[in-house]
Structure formats: C-alpha cells, structure tokens
C-alpha cells in the first residue's frame, strides 16, 4: 500500500523547503505514545527525526517499523528532521499483530441471559473503562472475580464503574468463568 503525492506536489513542496532536501529510508522505529521515530535514510548521513505531526495529512498518527517513506529533510540544531512526507509504502512493514477474539469465541451476554440466575448483590472490585471491561464480587464469595464488559454497564444505564460501587447484576458462567450479563444500580 502506498500513499504518496503527485509528482507536481513533489515539485512545489521542494521549492517552497527550499533549505531541505528530498531523502527516501525506512522506518527504524516509530513511538505513538511519545509521538516521533526514525528514519534510517538511503541518502542523508544519520537517521531522520519523524514527528506525528507532519503525518497528519496522510491520515496517519504513527509509521510502522520497515515502512519506506520519501520525505522533505531539513538540517536542524539536533540533526535531521523530516518537515514533509512526501510518500509512504506499507509494502515491507512490519504490521503488528493485534490478537483478535474470533467470532466463534466471543462471548455474547445476550445468548447466556436465559441461563443467568435472578439480580442479586455484587460490588465492584475495578473497572477500567478505556479497556473496556472490569470485575464484580458476590458479598458471599469476595474471592471469586465476575467479569463486565462495557456494553453491559451501558446496556444497564451506567456510563463508568467506580471501586466498591454497590450494584446488582445478573450471573452466567461463560467459558472462561462467571460473568455478569446484566447489571443495574443499587
């Protein structure tokens, strides 16, 4: 997959980077948290500093490792520094690999709320909204973890869950455990 510009593009962005020059390289490593990486360039003597921001008109916030970039390369106090990407190949990347539930083994609350016992009493123990899921325990059996997923907490009107908040909930056993199917408040 590659993104790149028109060769007209190519041409006007290197007169107005009149200071910068025209470099191709890979991708060494990009860091999305911290927002920069580099490139180890064909051409330019040392590796080339790629900010996030100038990948804002791809579409992009990150670059993957072995990607191929063309970019507009300026001297800085600190070395080189790409100011414009000019084009950016996928071909060779090195795409990470995001463990995915297959349809087959996900869980759907729905299809296991016929086998769910009555509400009752459960208290949450954590719940992390921007993962998406938490744990509930039973007053009765504090050891034992009960699973919740996002859906359920807003299928029961609930936007987050908070430590030691009192709530009820209908239980399952799914395959991996007991989860909570249905949830509401105290």
Request: glycine share 8%; charged share 25%; with cysteine.
């Amino acid at each position: 997959m590659t993104a790149s510009l028109c060769a007209e593009d190519v041409h006007v962005a290197a007169e107005a980077e009149t200071d910068a020059e025209i470099v191709e390289g890979v991708v060494k490593w990009f860091d999305a948290t911290r927002g920069f990486g580099f490139v180890v360039s064909d051409g330019a003597d040392g590796d080339v500093l790629i900010h996030f921001s100038i990948l804002k008109e791809h579409g992009r916030r990150s670059l993957p490792e072995g990607a191929r970039v063309t970019c507009m390369v300026a001297a800085e106090q600190r070395g080189l520094q790409a100011r414009r990407i000019l084009s950016i190949d996928l071909t060779d990347a090195v795409m990470p690999e995001t463990p995915r539930a297959s349809i087959a083994e996900r869980v759907d609350p729905i299809a296991l709320i016929d086998a769910a016992g009555p509400f009752e009493a459960v208290t949450v123990k954590w719940f992390n909204r921007l993962k998406g899921y938490g744990f509930v325990f039973r007053e009765a059996d504090p050891s034992q973890d009960i699973f919740v997923h996002m859906e359920t907490v807003r299928k029961g009107g609930l936007v987050d869950l908070l430590p030691d908040q009192m709530l009820r909930a209908r239980i399952a056993v799914g395959r991996k455990g007991p989860l909570a199917v249905a949830v509401e408040p105290v």
